[in-house]
């Protein structure tokens, strides 16, 4: 009868002597995450929830990679480089197409964040100035051409009354327009902001109004992930939007974030903040008349013949996104 309570006595005694170890000392699981672009505000709250420790608070901890547009994160996610990626709606025509990556959730909803630049002191005034005008957009067939294009049909020009010309990213852009190749130039509503400061460029217009019904940007997840682990894309994006409703709640912490992620100046990031700050998709969920007008830009953008089914673009599986 002395033998056990012995060993219980001892179990106790070298328990006791052991430091406790706290649930922060856990290991997180390690998530590789990207933005299809390095300079896009609506890609901070990948920046956010790692600073507060979000991700941390889902047991998760993340990289962050950015790249040179959406074609280059999918092959990263095809590829297996990546777990999750942030990027532009209709890059979920890849999906539709085979690759095998899936929408997850929505992000953003309607372009706000995009806009046409001119030059300082440019007499253009409005985009009804832009009639037969040179505007540069980051490629063939990109969401920023398509909005162009849009703007164009607006105005009553039809779709080719301003000449595209495609010139890949913002420094490009911003390149030509400096040298009077183009009137104006596709941007970042911020980078725009950046380039009035500078007293180089500004904002003509946002490219909401062409597309006020829409979903500019969604959250990417590899379908073997999502298959094999659906635990964990919960939890990355529970800590995703928990950081989105943190941003809403907290301009200045999130625009100091933003100033030392996207190497801007405090003035931009307030006013982007004030500028887009609405346009966050609060729960995740794909909003059906965006989604026709989406499906819609698949087919006028040259990308698809038809328009694809649902399931084919993105999963509910995971909606609403309740953090």
């Given at each position: 009868?002395?033998?056990?309570?012995?060993?219980?006595?001892?179990?106790?005694?070298?328990?006791?002597?052991?430091?406790?170890?706290?649930?922060?000392?856990?290991?997180?699981?390690?998530?590789?995450?990207?933005?299809?672009?390095?300079?896009?505000?609506?890609?901070?709250?990948?920046?956010?929830?790692?600073?507060?420790?979000?991700?941390?608070?889902?047991?998760?901890?993340?990289?962050?990679?950015?790249?040179?547009?959406?074609?280059?994160?999918?092959?990263?996610?095809?590829?297996?480089?990546?777990?999750?990626?942030?990027?532009?709606?209709?890059?979920?025509?890849?999906?539709?197409?085979?690759?095998?990556?899936?929408?997850?959730?929505a992000l953003f909803g309607s372009p706000k964040n995009i806009s046409l630049v001119v030059r300082y002191d440019s007499p253009?005034?409005?985009?009804?100035?832009?009639?037969?005008?040179?505007?540069?957009?980051?490629?063939?067939?990109?969401?920023?051409?398509?909005?162009?294009?849009?703007?164009?049909?607006?105005?009553?020009?039809?779709?080719?009354?301003?000449?595209?010309?495609?010139?890949?990213?913002?420094?490009?852009?911003?390149?030509?327009?400096?040298?009077?190749?183009?009137?104006?130039?596709?941007?970042?509503?911020?980078?725009?902001?950046?380039?009035?400061?500078?007293?180089?460029?500004?904002?003509?217009?946002?490219?909401?109004?062409?597309?006020?019904?829409?979903?500019?940007?969604?959250?990417?997840?590899?379908?073997?992930?999502?298959?094999?682990?659906?635990?964990?894309?919960?939890?990355?994006?529970?800590?995703?939007?928990?950081?989105?409703?943190?941003?809403?709640?907290?301009?200045?912490?999130?625009?100091?974030?933003?100033?030392?992620?996207?190497?801007?100046?405090?003035?931009?990031?307030?006013?982007?903040?004030?500028?887009?700050?609405?346009?966050?998709?609060?729960?995740?969920?794909?909003?059906?008349?965006?989604?026709?007008?989406?499906?819609?830009?698949?087919?006028?953008?040259?990308?698809?013949?038809?328009?694809?089914?649902?399931?084919?673009?993105?999963?509910?599986?995971?909606?609403?996104?309740?953090?």
């Open positions: 009868m002395q033998k056990p309570f012995r060993m219980s006595f001892l179990a106790c005694l070298l328990g006791s002597a052991l430091p406790a170890i706290p649930l922060s000392a856990h290991a997180l699981d390690k998530v590789h995450t990207a933005k299809s672009a390095a300079v896009a505000w609506a890609f901070v709250p990948l920046d956010v929830g790692l600073a507060q420790g979000i991700f941390a608070k889902e047991g998760i901890e993340i990289d962050i990679t950015a790249f040179a547009g959406d074609q280059k994160m999918q092959q990263a996610l095809a590829a297996d480089a990546i777990d999750f990626g942030l990027g532009g709606g209709p890059s979920m025509a890849f999906s539709a197409k085979g690759a095998p990556v899936i929408a997850v959730a253009i005034k409005s985009v009804a100035e832009l009639k037969d005008k040179p505007v540069s957009s980051s490629a063939v067939g990109s969401l920023t051409a398509w909005l162009l294009q849009r703007a164009s049909i607006a105005e009553g020009w039809g779709p080719d009354g301003i000449k595209i010309v495609a010139l890949g990213g913002f420094d490009a852009g911003l390149a030509a327009l400096r040298t009077n190749q183009v009137e104006a130039m596709s941007s970042s509503v911020e980078g725009g902001l950046l380039l009035e400061e500078q007293k180089v460029g500004r904002n003509l217009t946002d490219m909401g109004k062409y597309a006020p019904v829409f979903i500019t940007h969604v959250v990417f997840a590899r379908r073997d992930l999502v298959a094999s682990n659906p635990d964990l894309v919960a939890r990355f994006l529970k800590g995703l939007f928990a950081s989105i409703a943190y941003m809403k709640a907290h301009k200045a912490e999130s625009s100091k974030i933003a100033v030392e992620a996207l190497h801007e100046t405090p003035g931009v990031a307030d006013r982007t903040w004030d500028w887009e700050i609405g346009n966050f998709v609060a729960d995740g969920t794909f909003d059906a008349k965006a989604l026709g007008v989406l499906k819609q830009s698949f087919v006028e953008m040259g990308m698809m013949t038809t328009a694809p089914e649902n399931d084919a673009l993105f999963t509910t599986q995971f909606l609403p996104v309740k953090p």
